[in-house]
């Protein structure tokens, strides 16, 4: 089977600007998480979605929001960067929650 | 809300030795599960190994072992016969069947040396 995949893998953007992050999870997987990755902060929830709902949302402002689709892929957006958005977003997925979440590469985020 | 906390942010072991990194957690959940995670150096998130609990045995995976004690709320990871590619970061996480997320200590940084 074929792994989470990300796209893109890298990405630099201005603050003020917004993004639009991709995540496949493996096949039959119907859950998907989204995490933040930073140096100071460590790994951070963002949120998770199930057969196209969201089930649970991190601590974060509005900018950042999400979606998946019925073919479970999901996205997620943030609106007006600001620099210290920039991290390692990771993608993860499972049969649900309660299973094994794996993770794929990640997005590198940079504002400038 | 749950917490997960290592305490070591940085260990260092020589190849072939054993070594055990400290997790503990802080929850009011009854119906929980845990997780061992390595990410290697600028490469991928890979599970290490689950542990869930309301089993008492503590969950194996070939030179990756677990200490679970519940009671005191402490999941500690034990690797044997490390190996250099072993190096990476390690993180402990929780998850809790209602909650439908992670949440992940801060990690440990794993040097293995020749």
């Known amino acids: 089977k074929a792994g989470v995949t990300q796209t893109p893998r890298y990405l630099i953007k201005t603050r003020g600007q917004q993004v639009t992050l991709s995540c496949s999870p493996i096949?039959?997987?119907?859950?998907v998480s989204w995490y933040q990755q930073t140096p100071g902060q460590g790994l951070q929830f963002l949120f998770e979605?199930?057969?196209?709902?969201?089930?649970n949302k991190g601590n974060f402002p509005g900018r950042f929001s999400g979606r998946q689709f019925s073919n479970s892929r999901s996205e997620m957006n943030v609106s007006t960067l600001e620099l210290g958005d920039s991290a390692l977003y990771l993608c993860?997925?499972?049969?649900?929650?309660?299973?094994?979440?794996?993770f794929g590469p990640g997005t590198r985020l940079t504002v400038t | 809300a749950q917490t997960v906390t290592q305490s070591q942010p940085e260990m260092s072991v020589q190849e072939a030795e054993t070594v055990t990194l400290s997790c503990t957690y802080d929850?009011?959940?009854?119906?929980?599960?845990l997780f061992w995670y390595k990410q290697p150096p600028s490469r991928q998130m890979i599970l290490v190994i689950r542990?869930?609990?309301?089993?008492?045995q503590n969950a194996t995976e070939n030179r990756f072992s677990v200490n679970f004690q519940k009671a005191a709320k402490s999941f500690s990871l034990k690797i044997s016969d490390s190996q250099l590619g072993d190096t990476a970061m390690y993180f402990c996480?929780?998850?809790?069947?209602?909650?439908?997320?992670?949440?992940f200590g801060k990690g440990t940084s794993l040097l293995v040396t020749p």
């Open positions: 993860a997925s499972s049969l649900d929650t309660s299973y094994e979440q794996y």
């Open positions: 096949s039959g997987h119907r859950s």
């Open positions: 979605y199930f057969s196209e709902t969201q089930r």
């Open positions: 929850t009011s959940e009854s119906n929980y599960y």
């Open positions: 542990q869930e609990a309301y089993k008492q």
């Open positions: 996480a929780f998850g809790a069947n209602s909650g439908y997320a992670l949440n």
